[in-house]
């Protein structure tokens, strides 16, 4: 699958085929961070980010995601010269497998030109264009752009899923609507639209309530007419429904991913990766023989 330096549509054409066996793309996640919620200062190591790239090839990762900041609630930004230092080696091998499309997670333009020069293809943008010059520089190097829905900045978030009840009329509709304006920020800034991929966002700037209303609608996101990306591994949602710590939610992320394949989600962005693909891989088949059942 190796695929640099980045030719227009060349995430789209590598992910048609796994989108129609699966359903599905799995994006397998890598903070090479100190803090983030879960998995926070178990890869800043370059032998174990390594390890951990390679075991997401095994396991069927179509995209691994590299983050160097952290964006748990109450997180401090983190310069783009410290996130260049921390990703910078893992983005490279994981550019030199040749077998998956590398995502960056970060908000900052200079650590997606950077990134990009070397060749990697999508940027994971979770700040909702706060800045559209990360669009610029995405639309230089024709990759694609994921915009999440959130609002304001990781530092200003309250806590895990402790959004205000009241903070939206209909969250579905204005989390459209809020992406939308960024979409079309991202297009003023010389994106193309169906490179402007959508992440509703969920445990941003939501509530645990809202996550899940956002997970039961998802469909009414997929009318957008681009790839939908939902990310909720061990998210804070899961444990309103069942209280656990993060170390404990896999069942939950499990349930969340195959309802949002369900629904249309082509991207799952996720920790686990051998657990989840292999339920949908289950979910599918019996799916497919319960259609040429009914034709029968």
Known sequence: MACYPVPVGCAETLLEPIWHARGAALMGVLNVTPDSFYDGGRYLDPAAAAGRLERFVAEGAAIVDIGGESSRPGSEPVPAAEQIRRIEPVVERALALGSVLVSIDTTLPEVA??????????????????????????????????????????????????????????????????????????????????????????????????????????????????????????????????????????????????????????????????AVRQALAVARAVTHDAKREARA
Not at 171 to 192: K, L
Not at 235 to 253: H, N, Y
Request: glycine content about 8%; proline content about 5%.
């Open 113 to 274: 030109d950077r990134m990009l020069s070397l060749g990697a293809h999508i940027v994971n943008d979770v700040s909702c264009l706060s800045d559209p010059d990360l669009a610029r520089v995405t639309a230089r190097h024709e990759a694609v752009l994921i915009v999440m829905h959130s609002r304001g900045p990781m530092s200003k978030m309250e806590g895990f899923s402790r959004y205000p009840e009241h903070g939206y009329g209909d969250v579905v509709a204005e989390a459209r609507a809020e992406w939308r304006a960024a979409r079309e920020r991202a297009i003023a800034a010389g994106m193309p639209a169906q490179r402007v991929w959508l992440d509703p966002g969920i445990g941003f700037a939501k509530s645990a309530r809202q996550s899940l209303e956002i997970l039961g609608r998802l469909a009414e996101f997929t009318n957008e007419g681009v790839p939908v990306v939902v990310g909720p591994s061990r998210k804070s949602f899961i444990a309103a429904v069942d209280e656990a710590p993060a170390e404990q939610r896999l069942g939950g992320t499990i349930a969340a991913c195959l309802l949002a394949a369900e629904r249309g989600a082509k991207v799952l962005r996720v920790h686990d990766l051998q």
